[in-house]
């Protein structure tokens, strides 16, 4: 793990690790942890910690390098959230990441969609997809994702405040 | 009497354990359903649909309130059973009732999801 920063109320952390099943949830009961000691809403730190688990499995199953990086930065005073994790893939699931991104930043009710997609789930098996809808409905985070040769960077972070929305 | 049942999982970050007493079949998950156990799961949600039909149950109670965390996958393998049990002739459907934790913040909006997939049969308690 790369040490993390921490303010009085936010904190980043960053991790370089080997991507496989076991170490997902150990990460998530970390980021859980610190993002718990800051206070604020813990329906947000259960957001955060739920996009970090849904973002570093999908790494797991369908990473193809030897790292991936994570980062996770968690405002509780504002309930800001960003998860970001780059790992390399292959083209054809770099394809499949990219037209499920469009279809869920598309979708006018992102609950609607996913619970079409759960639907779906079990006919799709382990390709459903499920995880990042349910960062979108459940987590109430945009997805962005950006590539760069082999590797894809997907991004789960909090909608602006409406104030800084409306400008 | 009928003769007694009894499911079980137990690995090192998850457990799942099913039981019938009289006409109601008890089902308590705890720890950690990732998918490091989805296989676990799908198996043991096949095998105690299979004994609530055999035994013409009416409902099931399911207790997550011990369950730390739920991934997509293992969301998937009860979207499976509940679609299974919507599927069934009406006469042989049956309620699942969720159990959950107020302070196990996931759980609020993912049993939510899975109880708008069929409010007819899934009902969940705090």
Redesign the interface.
Known sequence: MVPGTASSASLKLEFRLRPHAGIVSVVRRFVEERCAKLGGDPGSVSRVTMATHELLENAAKYSVGEYVHLKVEFNASCDSIRTQLTNETTPVHRARLRERIRLLQNAQESFDLYQTLMRRSFEAGEESGLGLARICSEGELALAMGESENTVTIVAHSHPPRNSQDG | MAEPWHEAVQES?FSAEASVQERHMDVALSG?A???VKGHLDRFLRSLHAEVQRRALTEVSVDVRRLE?M???C???F??WI?TVQEQPAEDRYRIVFLSSP?V??QR??LG??A??ADDIISVQL
């Open positions: 970050d950690t990732d998918f490091m965390f991934n997509s996958s969301l998937a393998s979207v499976w679609s302070t913040y996931w909006r993912s999801a899975l708008t997939l």
